[in-house]
């Protein structure tokens, strides 16, 4: 496998000075005999072996000397870093067997709700991984990356024709983000009629990031209540309303899955006071295709595109969320963006919307999240949109209607593309709860539901099939469900509380381990 020179390889004197952790045994193991698959996954420094490696360089044909003088003897460390030194045999096998141990949505159903988890066709992958898109810099002059700019500009185009508006930014790379650009247009909006207002509505069921978001935005978040349906509460939110409020942030279907049917009563509340109402995209895939937030009244409208299109998503990124805006907040959009040369029939060039925000992300986004945005978008065409949102919502209703009678449903409206159970009655009788419940789907071959959220649901259960599971999995789903009740019914919860006991790794502290980060390995 080693061919080639053997530029640089830690020399005998260097490598003595790597830290000892290299050969020293750890935890009672030898590191040259690491225990695979006995009692967890060894890391690298276990697994490394002094002088074994996994990679061969050409020789420069630079000597030495001369390197060392290329690089200032200040700036050149005193000992080569203390890395696990492993062949690529090991390091593949290494890393293949982490990823087996993962779950995806390329194993199978991933009912997370609110996340929309669906299966992304490998075509978007193949189409983001053409070299003609993805061998481009972002600062090649326009001239050479007029394919490019075409098809942002066609992106936009499309976006803002399934959101019923009138211009986009493709920057923000994020739904997060997209929110936050939001609400700075929002803010930029009422500066340029010479007002401040100070606070920014939010349901008491909104997701965590946009009180987050209109904390960063400068905004006070104040909480408008649900009724007793899971919508709206009208009266409430007209009795909030006032001069010194800038916007209300609604997503629709909302979070508990249900569609706001006030919405015209709502925008025009909204409206009334001058102030802007802006839609979280995230839960589009229950009405893309179908019916636009624009013609709901909403002014701002984010998009994940990640999450109704196609792109893998979950641990942290990467994604996209374009912020597409009412012709009135248009000239306030982040820039640059792609926009026609006058008079020069389908060509493009970078422009800076008149009274832009400014940048909100280096360069054009995450440009292979919007390609592969776009061609799941052609892949499915203006027939095909529609059809998502409704086989979404149809899995959703099923599943749900399966359940009934052994999950409670808190807010029992025709629910959409997802909806929120409440296993408070197993609670009850059993002691077990969504957390419980949700371990023990994991040994059924299933992910999780959404779990304790929204907050206003008591042992919240928060389910979303999506449109790309097929009935027979739906039906699976919805019998594991039933099963894992049953059993807690008959053994009082044994089988659920000791879940899971499939996976390489049983129950950990959560909250300990997202809040006392050990991001080193020390031996
Ligand atoms: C996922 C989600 C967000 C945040 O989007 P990210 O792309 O994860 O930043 C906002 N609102 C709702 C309702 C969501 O489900």
Redesign the pocket.
Known sequence: MVSGGHPRAPGAAERSQVPELLSRPSGGRAASMPLLGRDGEPTLFELSSPGRRGWSFRETGVPEWAADELVPAEHLAAAAPALPEVSERDLVAHFSRLSSRNYSVDHGCYPLG??TMKYNPKLCDAVAAMPGLASCHPAQPDQQVQGWLAMLADLERILCEVTGTAAATLQPA????G?LTGLLLMRAWHESRGRRPTKVLIPDSA?G??PASVTMAGYEAVEVPSDSRGLVDLDALRRLVSDDVAGLML?NPN?VGLFEVDIEAIAAAVHAADALLYY?G??LNAIVGVVRPGDMGFDIVHL?L??TFATPHGGGGP?A?PVAVSERLAPFLPGPVPRPVPGEEGRYRWVMPEQSIGRIHGWHGNALVLARAYAYILAHGAEGLPEIARTAVLNARYLKERLRGTYDFPYDGPCMHEFVASSTPLKKTTGVRALDLAKRLIEEGFHPPTMYFPLIVDEALMVEPTETESPQTVEALAQALLAIAAEAAEDGGAAAAAAPRTTPVGRIDEAGAARKLRLTWTG
Do not use: L, P, V
């Open positions: 609110s996340c994020a739904g997060a983000q929110e997701h990031t946009n997503t979070t979280d995230a839960n994940n990640h999450k994604g969320g």
